[in-house]
Each structure stands twice: as C-alpha cells, then as structure tokens.
Nanobody, 125 residues
Framework: QVQLVESGGGLVQAGGSLRLSCAAS????????MGWFRQAPGKEREFVAA????????VYADSVKGRFTSSRDNAKNTVYLQMNSLKPEDTAVYYC??????????????????WGQGTQVTVSS
C-alpha cells in the first residue's frame, strides 16, 4: 500500500502561483509514476501532469503546458506541482496519484492505484 498526502492548495489571484506537494509513504519502491489530476465542480476529473520515478521525465496536459512544472524529491518521497500564471479556469480540487504499472504514458486515472485526498485550488479573477 502507498499513502499519499497533498498540501499547498489555497486561494490565489489570477496570475499568481501556488506549489502543491504530495508526500508518499508505505511501499514507495513499487511506484513507477506519480500523477496530478484535477476536478472542477460539475466536470470530470482530468489529467494535469505526470512524472516517472525512474527517469524523471514529465508530461503535461496542453492546458497547463508552460505554466505548470512537476518535480520530485526522492529523498523526501515527495512530488511537487509548481503552478504559475494561474487562471480562474484552473480552479479545482487537485489530486495526486501513484501508479505501480509500467506504461508508456500515464494520462488516464485508471492507470493509477493510489490517490490522495485532494486539495482545493481556487483562482480568483
């Protein structure tokens, strides 16, 4: 089992920045990738970013590319999502997730085995 705890959400004005953290514990050696998803009210959960643990390569949704950056600190078993130039449409509950699968990409929520509790990000206009 892997436990995930997110932090760092909050209220920010448009154009501002936030950094989300996701601390993993438990069988972290089994994790192949960490992902970030978000869900806005009335909308389906959508992919935001993913980072593979072995190679640290990252992928991003087109909607956040160039504004968001995912990184990891292996010593702390923590991944981060740095969010810059935030827009009101970025408002959502953000979830981190951990995958134990070997996949080419990690765009889909069914590719992840473990989920955090979510953290609210609200961007005011």
């Amino acid at each position: 089992q892997v436990q995930l705890v997110e932090s760092g959400g909050g209220l920010v004005q448009a154009g501002g920045s936030l950094r989300l953290s996701c601390a993993a514990s438990g069988r972290t050696s089994s994790v192949t990738a960490m992902g970030w998803f978000r869900q806005a009210p009335g909308k389906e959960r959508e992919f935001v970013a993913a980072i593979r643990t072995s190679y640290s390569d990252t992928v991003y949704a087109d909607s956040v590319k160039g504004r968001f950056t995912s990184s990891r600190d292996n010593a702390k078993n923590t991944v981060y999502l740095q969010m810059n130039s935030l827009k009101p449409e970025d408002t959502a509950v953000y979830y981190c997730a951990a995958s134990g699968l070997i996949r080419r990409t990690y765009y889909f929520d069914y590719e992840y085995n473990y989920w955090g509790q979510g953290t609210q990000v609200t961007v005011s206009s």
